[in-house]
């Protein structure tokens, strides 16, 4: 207000008023700023919202879920058919379809994700890096009801022919797919992390008479550790927690396997199998996806720390 | 010197080995990412070839049949449309403000950090997580239904973590010296966000939106869980009436089904005569996710061009 | 040597009679004592960054078991000029070599395009302007050149390790801690760890580029040191920003300014007789 009022000292009479005037304006112009910056506050903090939502549904109704079915049941009995009569809560027996779906899915991703990166980092002239990365983006959008429709009406028959004794619906076909839609996510997030690997230390190994290869296989990617470790970790948590590929291509069977020849449910598998039908709100049958998706949620929370640790500390090495 | 020299040749034999190596790598790379395209093709070929023949114009002006040769998208493409403007309208607003609010007002302390670390972990929870949220919440507790605005609320929630991060990624790639010039001529904070961060950071924006509404459109398993129906033989009602006051809401809580749960539908059915009418409706998603998708690529890269501060 | 000891005397006792330095002195080489036998030479050599020419038809000896210094102000094409030694601006696309970079006895053109780079690289060895030990143990940073080699005899290797840390200076500080990642070290044993990882592999040639602009007075001092001693193993090409530094460890100097070989003479005829007025210029620092 200082200024104010010594700018418009000289006009003597109306001083006062063009102060007051000014003065009301400046705090109607507070409130205006501060309203609106409570507001993009508010925006802000529906993240924290969400999170707070979902774990509060998540528990509410798991906890219904563990009032009647002991914890103990949960976590080790070895079936899971909990809308027979005879009802079991097993929840190994779903874990083992998402476990072993995701490892077959891994087993595809990262030799081929890294391979990618590596190529992407090292090798790959910068015209070839542009092209390919938004064509890998692509790969990555296509929706996942899509790849399911693919894993069971391409992949599965084609498998068939190698492996006749192929069910229909199998963990193998559902992962391999899974694995394939994984491949830009775990190539793009090492290849970051290769890049993120200062040029000084190529050169020093280009200087000692290395090549491409062995600079990016013995200085670059162990460089790149926590950042392509990170990239996995991400890659399994987006495997975990896949529904659509599983849920088409694998059978909504329960089914304690680690066999990926075999017909499984996943955990999400079971939640759209449930979701599907028409189970009364309140039902013991309903309260079982919301513990079913309390430990996805866990499983895949676990891998996004992680994850998300482990690329931080290759930012700060940096 | 000497220690080399009388083995020369023999590091020349090692050198031609190397690079053998190199070009092997080489190699593998291509065909690394040759494994990728080529399932891309395999997989939109695949679909256009088993869908080419239910590609016609009923298909589009069709409800779903029990009779696969006469069942059609109608109302799912209706269901998607509606669906997508509820998430725009929610996401868009929402995300925005909240980059908006973490690039230029939050100050450095825990509650930043706390929403901050939110967003991350948000982006990372998978998709059916958020259908269960959106049960037990909009569904159950808060009463609205298993309806548009159920979906329309759970898929904007889901891409609000890409339309945050693409905001604040194009705001802070405007310079300082903008926010200086524009408060050195006596703009307030928000006029500064308003005439300067906003326009400047559309196109970037745009962008993350784009992506996300992609990610939107093709996602089934949150959708699923709240319960949409798989087979609707009907339309939402219009939003425009001939009575006063000509607009009507009811859409908003009116049953519904999307593409992909069409999809879902017809796939998991044992009649392959379905497949056909899942494989024409996967055409025209990947077709609309790739379309999004080119178009938010070439935004960026035309971004990358025109911009220099 | 005596030019190692005149090399150490202060330049700045000189540096007042530069103004009765004689016009038109001795060419290089036909100084008191018979010139060193040649290690390599540069024959008109030019190089372009694209369109940009950054090297002009520049010609060089390089005398062998001698420290050579290129000194010039910033973006005179010093470091461009020592890159080509090792072909590392093979690395990028865009670049061009015009001339000649031949390495004796041997009389092999290092820049002929049937030459190949990694070759070049394994007989001419490079220590960086900033320490960068690989993210790997002390002793697999210094193996690393002999294991790209295809070294894989244990022994060998343990004792070519010692060896080179030997001669770096370095294994007195780091035997106990050969397992250690070589970024834990200070910076000064950091750059003395690069060194003995460009030593290990016995180089005909090794290039510094400004090894020491990144060190503190201490750790400089150690480093000089030790270049004046590696000297008797191997021939030396050093770039630096510093006059002194060059002053200290050089036996030739080269004066290098927009891309060009101004002059090139014995280290205390640069720093004291220059025939050139611009060399004159730079080193008592009327330039820049």
Same mark, same amino acid.
């Given at each position: 207000?200082?200024?104010?009022?010594?700018?418009?000292?000289?006009?003597?009479?109306?001083?006062?008023?063009?102060?007051?005037?000014?003065?009301?304006?400046?705090?109607?112009? %507070?409130?205006?700023?501060?309203?609106?910056?409570?507001?993009? $506050?508010?925006?802000?903090?529906?993240?924290?919202?969400?999170?707070?939502?979902?774990?509060?549904?998540?528990?509410? @109704?798991?906890?219904?879920?563990?009032?009647?079915?002991?914890?103990?049941?949960?976590?080790?009995?070895?079936?899971?058919?909990?809308?027979?009569?005879?009802?079991?809560?097993?929840?190994?027996?779903?874990?083992?379809?998402?476990?072993?779906?995701?490892?077959?899915?891994?087993?595809?991703?990262?030799?081929?994700?890294?391979?990618?990166?590596? &190529?992407?980092?090292?090798?790959?002239?910068?015209?070839?890096?542009?092209?390919?990365?938004?064509?890998?983006?692509?790969?990555?959008?296509?929706?996942?009801?899509? &790849?399911?429709?693919?894993?069971?009406?391409?992949?599965?028959?084609?498998?068939?022919?190698?492996?006749?004794?192929?069910?229909?619906?199998?963990?193998?076909?559902?992962?391999?797919?899974?694995?394939?839609?994984?491949?830009? #996510?775990?190539?793009?997030?090492?290849?970051?992390?290769?890049?993120?690997?200062?040029?000084?230390?190529?050169?020093?190994?280009?200087?000692?008479?290395?090549?491409?290869?062995?600079?990016?296989?013995?200085?670059?990617?162990?460089?790149?550790?926590?950042?392509?470790?990170?990239?996995?970790?991400?890659?399994?948590?987006?495997?975990?927690?896949?529904?659509?590929?599983?849920?088409?291509?694998?059978?909504?069977?329960?089914?304690?396997?680690?066999?990926?020849?075999?017909?499984?449910?996943?955990?999400?598998?079971?939640?759209?199998?449930?979701?599907?039908?028409?189970?009364?709100?309140?039902?013991?049958? &309903?309260?079982?996806?919301?513990?079913?998706?309390?430990?996805?949620?866990?499983?895949?929370?676990?891998?996004?720390?992680?994850?998300?640790?482990?690329? !931080?500390?290759?930012?700060?090495?940096? | 010197?000497?220690?080399?020299?009388?083995?020369?040749?023999?590091?020349?034999?090692?050198?031609?080995?190397?690079?053998?190596?190199?070009?092997?790598?080489?190699?593998?790379?291509?065909? +690394?990412?040759?494994?990728?395209?080529?399932?891309?093709?395999?997989?939109?070929?695949?679909?256009?070839?088993?869908?080419?023949? !239910?590609?016609?114009?009923?298909?589009?002006?069709? $409800?779903?049949? !029990?009779?696969?040769?006469?069942?059609?998208?109608?109302?799912?493409?209706?269901?998607?449309?509606?669906?997508?403007?509820?998430?725009?309208?929610?996401?868009?607003?929402?995300?925005?403000?909240?980059?908006?609010?973490?690039?230029? #007002?939050?100050?450095?302390?825990?509650?930043?950090?706390?929403?901050?670390?939110?967003?991350?972990?948000?982006?990372?929870?998978?998709?059916?997580?958020?259908?269960?949220?959106?049960?037990?919440?909009?569904?159950?507790?808060? *009463?609205?239904?298993?309806?548009?605005?159920?979906?329309?609320?759970?898929?904007?929630?889901?891409?609000?973590?890409?339309?945050?991060?693409?905001?604040?990624?194009?705001?802070?790639?405007?310079?300082?010296?903008?926010?200086?010039?524009? #408060?050195?001529?006596?703009?307030?904070?928000?006029?500064?966000?308003?005439?300067?961060?906003?326009? #400047?950071?559309?196109?970037?924006?745009?962008?993350?939106?784009?992506?996300?509404?992609?990610?939107?459109?093709?996602?089934?398993?949150?959708?699923?869980?709240?319960?949409?129906?798989?087979?609707?033989?009907?339309?939402?009602?219009?939003?425009?009436?001939?009575?006063?006051?000509?607009?009507?809401?009811?859409?908003?809580?009116?049953?519904?089904?999307?593409?992909?749960?069409?999809?879902?539908?017809?796939?998991?059915?044992?009649?392959?005569? $379905?497949?056909?009418?899942?494989?024409?409706?996967?055409?025209?998603?990947?077709?609309?996710?790739? +379309?999004?998708?080119?178009?938010?690529?070439?935004?960026?890269?035309?971004?990358?061009? %025109?911009?220099?501060? | 040597?005596?030019?190692?000891?005149?090399?150490?005397? /202060?330049?700045? +006792?000189?540096?007042?009679?530069?103004?009765?330095?004689?016009? *038109?002195?001795?060419?290089?080489?036909?100084?008191?004592?018979?010139?060193?036998?040649?290690?390599?030479?540069?024959?008109?050599?030019?190089?372009?960054?694209?369109?940009?020419?950054?090297?002009?038809?520049?010609?060089?000896?390089?005398?062998?078991?001698?420290?050579?210094?290129?000194?010039?102000?910033?973006?005179?094409?010093?470091?461009?000029?020592?890159?080509?030694?090792?072909?590392?601006?093979?690395?990028?696309?865009? %670049?061009?070599?015009?001339?000649?970079?031949?390495?004796?006895?041997?009389?092999?053109?290092?820049?002929?395009?049937?030459?190949?780079?990694?070759?070049?690289?394994?007989?001419?060895?490079?220590?960086? /302007?900033?320490?960068?030990?690989?993210?790997?143990?002390?002793?697999?940073?210094?193996?690393?050149?002999?294991?790209?080699?295809?070294?894989?005899?244990?022994?060998?290797?343990?004792?070519?390790?010692?060896?080179?840390?030997?001669?770096?200076?370095?294994?007195?500080?780091?035997?106990?801690?050969?397992?250690?990642?070589?970024?834990?070290?200070?910076?000064?044993?950091?750059?003395?760890?690069?060194?003995?990882?460009?030593?290990?592999?016995?180089?005909?040639?090794?290039?510094?580029?400004?090894?020491?602009?990144?060190?503190?007075?201490?750790?400089?001092?150690?480093?000089? @040191?030790?270049?004046?001693?590696?000297?008797?193993?191997?021939?030396?090409?050093?770039?630096?920003?510093?006059?002194?530094?060059?002053? !200290?460890?050089?036996?030739?100097?080269?004066?290098? &300014?927009?891309? @060009?070989?101004?002059?090139?003479?014995?280290?205390?005829?640069?720093?004291?007789?220059?025939?050139?007025?611009?060399? @004159?210029?730079?080193?008592?620092?009327?330039?820049?």
């Amino acid at each position: 207000m200082d200024s104010a009022s010594a700018i418009d000292a000289p006009r003597g009479a109306r001083l006062p008023t063009v102060v007051s005037d000014r003065l009301a304006k400046k705090y109607s112009r %507070n409130l205006k700023e501060r309203a609106i910056e409570a507001l993009l $506050f508010l925006a802000a903090f529906v993240s924290v919202f969400t999170t707070a939502g979902i774990v509060y549904i998540l528990v509410k @109704e798991s906890v219904v879920f563990f009032s009647q079915v002991p914890i103990l049941d949960f976590l080790t009995d070895r079936q899971w058919t909990p809308l027979f009569d005879d009802a079991h809560y097993g929840i190994r027996v779903l874990l083992s379809g998402t476990i072993t779906s995701s490892v077959v899915a891994l087993l595809v991703a990262i030799p081929l994700g890294t391979t990618i990166a590596v &190529y992407l980092s090292e090798f790959a002239s910068p015209r070839a890096r542009e092209v390919a990365k938004p064509v890998l983006e692509l790969l990555s959008g296509v929706p996942t009801i899509v &790849y399911g429709y693919f894993a069971l009406l391409f992949v599965t028959p084609l498998l068939q022919a190698l492996i006749p004794s192929l069910p229909g619906f199998n963990l193998l076909s559902a992962g391999i797919v899974m694995g394939i839609m994984i491949v830009p #996510y775990v190539a793009s997030i090492s290849e970051d992390a290769m890049r993120a690997v200062p040029m000084s230390l190529r050169e020093g190994s280009f200087a000692m008479g290395a090549t491409r290869l062995q600079t990016a296989m013995k200085v670059v990617v162990p460089a790149a550790t926590s950042g392509i470790a990170a990239a996995y970790i991400l890659g399994i948590s987006r495997a975990v927690g896949e529904t659509m590929i599983l849920a088409v291509a694998a059978g909504m069977q329960p089914n304690l396997t680690f066999n990926p020849l075999e017909p499984a449910a996943t955990i999400t598998a079971y939640i759209v199998q449930v979701a599907l039908g028409d189970l009364p709100h309140g039902s013991v049958g &309903y309260q079982t996806i919301f513990a079913a998706g309390l430990s996805l949620l866990l499983l895949t929370l676990m891998f996004n720390l992680i994850g998300f640790w482990m690329r !931080r500390r290759y930012r700060e090495v940096y | 010197m000497s220690a080399i020299a009388p083995s020369r040749t023999e590091v020349r034999r090692l050198i031609v080995r190397a690079r053998r190596l190199d070009v092997l790598f080489v190699a593998l790379g291509i065909v +690394a990412l040759g494994i990728g395209f080529a399932t891309f093709v395999a997989l939109f070929l695949d679909m256009l070839i088993d869908g080419w023949s !239910r590609l016609r114009p009923e298909f589009f002006t069709q $409800f779903p049949s !029990r009779r696969a040769g006469q069942a059609g998208i109608l109302s799912a493409w209706v269901g998607t449309l509606l669906v997508m403007i509820v998430t725009a309208c929610v996401a868009v607003p929402l995300g925005v403000a909240a980059g908006i609010y973490l690039e230029e #007002y939050a100050p450095k302390n825990w509650v930043t950090d706390l929403i901050e670390i939110n967003i991350t972990n948000l982006a990372g929870v998978p998709s059916i997580v958020y259908g269960l949220l959106a049960l037990g919440l909009f569904v159950y507790a808060f *009463g609205l239904g298993q309806s548009v605005q159920t979906a329309g609320l759970t898929l904007a929630l889901l891409i609000l973590p890409v339309v945050i991060v693409a905001t604040r990624e194009a705001i802070r790639s405007i310079p300082g010296m903008i926010r200086e010039g524009a #408060y050195a001529v006596g703009a307030t904070r928000w006029q500064t966000v308003k005439d300067h961060i906003i326009p #400047y950071s559309t196109p970037g924006i745009l962008t993350g939106v784009i992506i996300g509404m992609s990610r939107a459109i093709g996602e089934t398993a949150p959708i699923i869980t709240i319960g949409a129906l798989t087979f609707i033989a009907f339309l939402p009602p219009p939003p425009v009436t001939g009575d006063f006051p000509f607009l009507s809401f009811e859409w908003l809580s009116a049953p519904f089904t999307v593409m992909p749960i069409q999809m879902f539908n017809w796939t998991s059915r044992p009649d392959p005569a $379905f497949h056909a009418n899942a494989a024409a409706a996967g055409t025209i998603l990947v077709f609309m996710t790739l +379309a999004m998708n080119a178009l938010a690529i070439w935004l960026r890269f035309r971004l990358r061009k %025109n911009i220099k501060w | 040597m005596v030019t190692d000891m005149e090399a150490r005397t /202060q330049p700045k +006792a000189h540096a007042t009679m530069l103004g009765s330095a004689q016009p *038109g002195a001795m060419p290089p080489g036909t100084g008191e004592e018979p010139a060193p036998p040649l290690k390599a030479e540069s024959r008109r050599l030019s190089f372009h960054y694209g369109s940009f020419k950054a090297l002009k038809d520049v010609s060089m000896p390089v005398h062998e078991h001698r420290v050579t210094a290129l000194i010039g102000p910033s973006g005179c094409g010093k470091s461009t000029f020592l890159r080509c030694f090792n072909r590392m601006h093979d690395l990028y696309p865009g %670049n061009r070599y015009d001339g000649q970079i031949v390495l004796h006895p041997d009389n092999t053109d290092l820049l002929a395009a049937d030459v190949d780079p990694i070759e070049v690289r394994m007989r001419v060895s490079m220590v960086f /302007q900033k320490p960068n030990p690989f993210p790997k143990s002390i002793y697999e940073n210094v193996a690393y050149g002999l294991r790209v080699r295809g070294v894989r005899n244990k022994n060998l290797l343990d004792e070519k390790v010692e060896e080179s840390l030997r001669g770096a200076a370095l294994w007195d500080e780091v035997e106990n801690r050969l397992n250690e990642v070589g970024s834990n070290l200070s910076g000064g044993q950091q750059q003395r760890l690069c060194i003995a990882r460009a030593l290990a592999t016995d180089p005909e040639i090794m290039l510094f580029d400004e090894p020491t602009s990144a060190l503190d007075p201490i750790a400089t001092a150690s480093i000089e @040191e030790l270049i004046s001693e590696l000297k008797k193993k191997v021939t030396i090409l050093i770039v630096t920003h510093n006059m002194q530094q060059a002053a !200290r460890v050089s036996d030739f100097t080269a004066y290098m &300014y927009l891309g @060009e070989l101004v002059e090139f003479d014995k280290t205390d005829t640069i720093f004291f007789k220059p025939r050139r007025k611009e060399t @004159e210029d730079y080193i008592t620092g009327r330039f820049g």
